[in-house]
């Protein structure tokens, strides 16, 4: 028995954050279906555990398929930018009218509102806008990005997963769902509150590169291993460890896009002559083996 066996998760397909908080939901026992474009090839990597179907929601029937698996679904997290969903017919107050218990995960750059909200974005512009990027790196030298792991992961994915789980507890009381609005700039610095919060202790007197724990102590830095490398791992397991009720113990496969389009409709009450129809017109596609 995992913590999250019952819940069902539609996940909207994108990359690295969307993903990762789709697979902490899918790593501790949630039932995740990611819907996954036509003619896509997403070369994501964080997708064990999980469903695959094919759908075009830029098709009203397409539309139409995504509303009725959310009527039975706890959650739909959605990685677009503001009002693209609106657009396709498919925003918080359709979904919820339809379905009062789901949570509505918006997972996005700059928000859903302001100035900026539908602009394209990536890691380091979240994480520089935030502005904890002026804190990272070494002393002398320009600002340096810890890869995408602050905003992609901790500030938007993580957070994201943080955000759908209390809500899911709250509903037990309620019993009404509600939207979860996650974005990485505000993510990235809710991440980063200990910097902001403990500027005024000793361990931060200096400039960037200078204080305790940023490089600026030889206690506190990093160095070469005897055989000349660092160490790493693999693929890690899920972490936090529940005693009770944990994570996966072995690694699932991946699954092929769209391989479970229709399994996951019949579950949802189509039946054979609908989606043979779907299938019939493009609105939805199954895995197809490339031809070698």
């Not at 990093?222 to 160490?231: L, P, R």
Request: proline letters at 7%; one cysteine or more.
């Amino acid at each position: 028995m995992m913590a999250l066996k019952g819940i069902k998760v539609i996940e909207l397909a994108g990359l690295a954050p969307a993903p990762f908080c789709g697979m902490i939901l899918a790593d501790f026992g949630a039932k995740v279906i990611r819907v996954d474009k036509p003619r896509s090839h997403v070369w994501e990597t964080l997708s064990r555990g999980k469903m695959s179907i094919i759908v075009d929601l830029k098709k009203e029937e397409g539309a139409e398929v995504l509303r009725k698996l959310c009527r039975t679904a706890d959650v739909l997290l959605e990685p677009y930018r503001p009002g693209i969903m609106e657009r396709l017919g498919l925003g918080p107050n359709v979904l919820l009218k339809d379905n009062p218990r789901l949570i509505y995960a918006r997972l996005s750059g700059f928000g859903q509102s302001g100035p900026i909200a539908t602009y394209a974005g990536h890691d380091i512009n979240y994480v520089a806008l935030s502005g904890v990027l002026s804190m990272l790196g070494r002393k002398g030298e320009r600002p340096y990005p810890p890869i995408n792991l602050l905003a992609d992961f901790a500030g938007g994915g993580l957070t994201c997963a943080l955000g759908i789980v209390m809500s899911l507890f709250e509903r037990q009381t309620s019993g009404q769902g509600q939207v979860v609005d996650t974005n990485m700039v505000h993510g990235s610095a809710y991440v980063a509150t200990f910097l902001w919060k403990s500027q005024g202790l000793p361990i931060w007197g200096g400039q960037r590169g200078e204080n305790m724990l940023d490089g600026g102590a030889p206690y506190y830095d990093i160095y070469e291993t005897k055989d000349g490398k660092f160490i790493n791992q693999k693929e890690p397991a899920p972490a936090p460890k529940l005693s009770r009720t944990p994570g996966i113990n072995i690694v699932p496969p991946s699954p092929k896009i769209g391989m479970h389009t229709v399994e996951v409709l019949s579950e949802a009450g189509f039946d054979a002559q609908e989606i043979s129809k779907l299938l019939q017109d493009g609105v939805i596609d199954t895995y197809r083996k490339a031809n070698l």
